[in-house]
C-alpha cells in the first residue's frame, strides 16, 4: 500500500529534550515536505526536500532541522523543543516538485501531535 | 508571498442543500487551483483541482474559477453528512522567497445535519 509514514504518532515531552519525528514514504517520491498545522494559522510548510540531500527553509523553519539521506526518508529533528512547537506536525510528499504545481497532489502522513511542556 | 483567503465558518447546512465554500487568492499570476478535505483528526487529501475559467465538476463536486475576480469556490451538491469536515483552498507557490510549497488557506469546516 503507498503511503507515508510518521512516527510517533503522538508525543507529550518538556522544553528542551531533543526529539525526532520520523517520516518514511514507500512511492519513490522525490518531494518532501513538513508542515505544521495550528488552530486559526492553518497549514504552513516547515521544510521541504527536492530530492535527496537537497533540503531547503519553508516559512517556518526556526527551531527546526532536516536530513535526506535517503530518498524514503525526511525526518524532522527539534534540537530544544519550546512550548511553541506545540502542534500537529504532517509530512507529505510529491512524485516531483514540478508535481505540486501540475497536479497539487500532496500525499499526507497521518500527523505527528506534539507537546512540548 | 501568496495568500489565500477562507471563510472559516462553520458553514452548517442541511442533508441534501447545496454547500458553497469559498476562497479568494492574492496572486493574480496563480495558474492551478486545488481543494482538499480533511476530516477531523485525518491528514488533508486532494479532491479537486481546476486550472482554467469556468466550472469543473466530478460526481457531486463542482469546482469555479474565476481568475479576474481572484476567486475560487467549490460546490457540493445532495450534501450528505459523510461531507462534514474541513475543505482547504491551496495553490502552488514558493516559500521563503524559493522553492515549492502548496500555499493553504486557513480552512472552511462544513457541518451536514442529517
Known amino acids: 500500500e503507498a503511503q507515508v509514514t510518521q512516527n510517533p504518532r503522538y508525543l507529550i515531552t518538556v522544553t528542551g529534550k531533543k526529539l525526532t519525528v520520523t517520516c518514511s514514504q514507500n512511492?519513490?517520491?522525490?518531494?518532501m515536505s513538513w508542515y505544521r498545522q495550528d488552530p486559526g494559522l492553518g497549514l504552513r510548510q516547515i521544510y521541504y526536500?527536492?530530492?535527496?540531500?537537497?533540503?531547503d527553509k519553508g516559512d517556518v523553519p526556526e527551531g527546526y532541522k532536516v536530513s535526506r539521506k535517503e530518498k524514503r526518508n525526511f525526518p524532522l529533528i527539534l534540537e530544544s523543543p519550546s512550548p511553541n512547537q506545540t502542534s500537529l506536525y504532517f509530512c507529505?510528499?510529491?512524485?516531483?516538485?514540478?508535481?505540486?504545481?501540475?497536479?497539487?497532489?500532496?500525499?499526507f502522513g497521518e500527523g505527528s501531535r506534539l507537546t512540548v511542556l | 508571498q501568496k495568500e489565500v483567503e477562507q471563510n472559516s465558518g462553520p458553514l452548517s447546512v442541511p442533508e441534501g442543500a447545496i454547500a458553497s465554500l469559498n476562497c479568494t487568492y492574492s496572486d493574480r499570476g496563480s495558474q492551478s487551483f486545488f481543494w482538499y478535505r480533511q476530516y477531523s483528526g485525518k491528514s488533508p487529501e486532494l479532491i479537486m483541482s481546476i486550472y482554467s475559467n469556468g466550472d469543473k465538476e466530478d460526481g457531486r463536486f463542482t469546482a469555479q474559477l474565476n481568475k479576474a475576480s481572484q476567486y475560487v469556490s467549490l460546490l457540493i451538491r445532495d450534501s450528505q453528512p459523510s461531507d462534514s469536515a474541513t475543505y482547504l483552498c491551496?495553490?502552488?507557490?514558493?516559500?521563503?522567497?524559493?522553492?515549492?510549497?502548496?500555499?493553504f488557506g486557513k480552512g472552511t469546516t462544513l457541518s451536514v445535519s442529517s
Open positions: 491551496a495553490v502552488p507557490g514558493v516559500s521563503n522567497q524559493a522553492g515549492t510549497a502548496l500555499i
Open positions: 526536500s527536492m530530492n535527496v540531500e537537497v533540503t
Open positions: 512511492m519513490n517520491h522525490e518531494y
Open positions: 507529505a510528499s510529491s512524485l516531483r516538485g514540478l508535481a505540486v504545481w501540475d497536479t497539487g497532489e500532496l500525499f
